[in-house]
């Protein structure tokens, strides 16, 4: 189970590597550098900077904001597929059950 990163945490290590990232000679050093300073994995702080890049507009890419909105959608999108079958269910039941040939 992945372990919870306290989100203060999370920002002060994606501010850090935004602020210092000039002062190494790659990116990736940079990350590496201050994922070993704030105790978070490297890779996880790469795709928090890239995405916190992406919210900012400075990358192209599907924001946070835009995540959150489809996770709901699909969500919203799944109970009414599931409202559509139970009402299909019902409909065929009573039209069944109305029908002058079964009784």
């Given at each position: 189970?992945?372990k919870?990163?306290?989100?203060?945490?999370?920002?002060?290590?994606v501010?850090?590597v935004?602020?210092?990232?000039?002062?190494?000679?790659?990116?990736?050093?940079?990350?590496?550098?201050?994922a070993?300073q704030?105790g978070v994995?490297?890779?996880?702080?790469r795709r928090?900077?890239?995405?916190?890049e992406?919210?900012?507009?400075?990358?192209?890419?599907q924001?946070?904001e835009e995540?959150?909105e489809i996770?709901?959608?699909?969500?919203?999108n799944?109970?009414?597929?599931?409202?559509?079958a139970?009402?299909?269910?019902?409909?065929?039941?009573?039209?069944?059950?109305?029908?002058p040939?079964?009784?």
């Amino acid at each position: 189970m992945p372990k919870k990163i306290d989100p203060q945490v999370r920002e002060r290590a994606v501010r850090l590597v935004l602020e210092h990232r000039a002062e190494y000679p790659s990116n990736q050093q940079a990350v590496a550098a201050v994922a070993r300073q704030e105790g978070v994995g490297a890779e996880s702080l790469r795709r928090w900077v890239i995405q916190a890049e992406i919210d900012t507009g400075d990358r192209d890419g599907q924001t946070s904001e835009e995540s959150v909105e489809i996770k709901r959608l699909k969500a919203e999108n799944k109970q009414l597929r599931e409202d559509v079958a139970i009402l299909k269910a019902a409909t065929t039941f009573f039209a069944g059950e109305l029908d002058p040939r079964n009784r």
